[in-house]
């Protein structure tokens, strides 16, 4: 088996329980250099650390799965698998049918994610490691807990930087269909697992979704960056006056108009607009009761946050002026390069230039089926917060 031996005082963040290690804190290897395989971990004086997935190709060379001597094997996957999704049977109830059931480093599983919609699973393998075992995985997955289709949509950034082919297709069962019907708190959705955005929809907003769902009767309600309109239809759930959905994507608006239908809102008061948030929120004379700003990751790497903070200020500024007296403004960000802190302090810099006192009600994030490992704090990149103006 492959072995590294981590350069002196590197062992740190391993002993910690972090899963990352770093090309730069490595100091010497034993055995096949190209391998993708499992690899013990050890600290300079040879004393063994941990055991996880090696890629050469990866920055990120080492990804841990395990502090103990266990194997890894398909009975590891097994073990891993069979306790992320007892818990996420034991606490969703049956209104929700679409959960995120693995979500990497936060379930013990680094490069791995698996989403159920339905009846359908989504997969995605974001290292090399991971991906060698994907057809144990799939299998386990399917004897547990059957389903019609397992549907793999491995591709983007993280796959790019672990120099992973992208991989899209059946994995196993039946082909979904075009558009899935989901249900989220009792409220329908149509997902498209094989083109939409991340795997599909948003199951990371759920939570936040019912908070704004309880806050929003009788209110003007903006939904900025609405993607497929989840936002909204809570909105118009809870008793909202009116709803102006906002996106640029025209693909997500036509799944936001049909999602509206089938909750019996199409006919509801407001409007679905395709346009770029930036420019309308700095260009209408409109203003809103409640405002959902929710754009994608403005900073992809540590080094974007400075720029990224430009991006959100501009967002927040411009949203607070919007904002009826009393108003409430639920701004996100799903940047894990942007942390809560710096967020909360671009957030209060925008209050002060918008001339608007807001007060915070509420600190938003990823729900149960989201966790975060506390060793591995940049597994919590959703962060919100919900304002409150005071005049
Ligand atoms: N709130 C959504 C998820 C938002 S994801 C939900 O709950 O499902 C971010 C969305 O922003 C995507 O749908 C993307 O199409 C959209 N987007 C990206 N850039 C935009 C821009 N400049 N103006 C408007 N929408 C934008």
Redesign the pocket.
Known sequence: MLSIFLKPGRERPVLNGHPWVFSGAIERLEGDSESIGVVDVHDHKRSWLARGFYNPKSQIRARVLTWRKEEIDRDFFARRLSHALAFRRAHLDDSTNAYRIVNGEGDFLPGLTIDRYGGFLVCQFFTAGMAVFKNDIVDYLSRIDPVEGVFERSEGRIGDEEGLEPSVGVLSGQSPPDLIEIEENSFKFLVDIKRG?KTG??LD?RD??AFLSAIAQGQAVL?????????SVYAYGGRAKEVVT????MH?LELAEQSLQLNGFGDSPGEILK????S?LKEIEQKFDLI?L???SLAHRRGDAAPAAGGYKFLNLHALKHLTPGGVLLT?S?SQHVPLDLFQKIVFGAAIDAGRKVALIKRLGQPIDHPVSLHHPEGEYLKGLALRALD
């Open positions: 955005q929809f948003f907003q936040n979704r939904n900025s960056f609405s993607y497929s309109g989840a936002f906002l996106d640029s994507s997500a346009a770029d948030a930036f309308y959902v929710d754009p994608p996100f799903c």
